[in-house]
């Protein structure tokens, strides 16, 4: 598969540095601070299910095929975004517009339950609304967008549940594929101990997965304060097709918000897989 052309060169599994308290790291946690209290603003709005059109198409001719409409080769697919642990889908506002803008038409959220409490479970649900969409779309296959725990549940479906033949591309953005051991406190929840470092979700991620289909791009920040270690946000598997990439200056909040990387997670979206039309979608625009 031909690397982002932009990210290629990255190293995928680079020397991590331990965080210092220093300028920039003070500037990430304002910058946190910022971002938390801009989503506590919308985060309301995002409580609900996101409305979507009905599954079949209406007919009123005497014609009663309901078959899905028929895609064109350089149709961009669908994009599933798939928010963090107790949050909901008010968190991918400011990526959703910058996708939109770019000519991703066809972006869907699922909200889970803060109740939930197995990854497992989630990932299931995951694979049920990824198949809706694609009946309902005429599509075969989607990209899927993941925060946090969200890119885990996500990696699941895909490495566990068989849902690589249906997920294209799978980005995370500070997403603990290693187990995190940050707020031992939290650990009371079931699903915060499947996030941990030896869970058996964590393991079970760590087997063998010959020919996934599915590529995987991971976004990490050396100043993301819920990773530790820090490292633990990289995909490190022999049989996954993985590019992780480096983001400096921020923090977990800020990576689905922050313009830099919904441009690389464009750019991202945006590169086909071998053997693909390489024509971009309507409204993509080229950077030098």
Known sequence: MKLLPLLSLLPRLPRLPVPRLSSALLGATALELVVLAGHVMVY????????????????????????????????????????????????????????TRHGHRHLESLNYSPLTRDIRTAAELLGRHVEEICARTGHSRVDIVGHSLGGLIARYYVQRLGGDRRVRTLVTLGTPHGGTAVAPGAGVHPIVRQMRGGSSVIEELRAPAPGCRTRFVSFWSELDQVMVPIETAC?????????????????HLALPVHPTVAAAIREALDTPEAGEDAAPAAGAASAA
């Open 235 to 251: 995909v490190d598997h022999p049989d996954l097709d993985a590019v992780n990439v480096r983001v400096t200056g921020i923090g």
């Open 44 to 99: 309301p709005f995002g409580l609900t299910p996101e409305r979507r059109p009905p599954t079949r198409p209406t007919n009123t001719s005497t014609n009663t095929d309901t078959s899905p409409l028929p895609v064109t080769a350089s149709a961009a697919p669908p994009v599933v975004l798939l928010h963090g642990f107790i949050d909901n889908r008010s968190v991918f506002v400011v990526l959703r517009r910058a996708l």
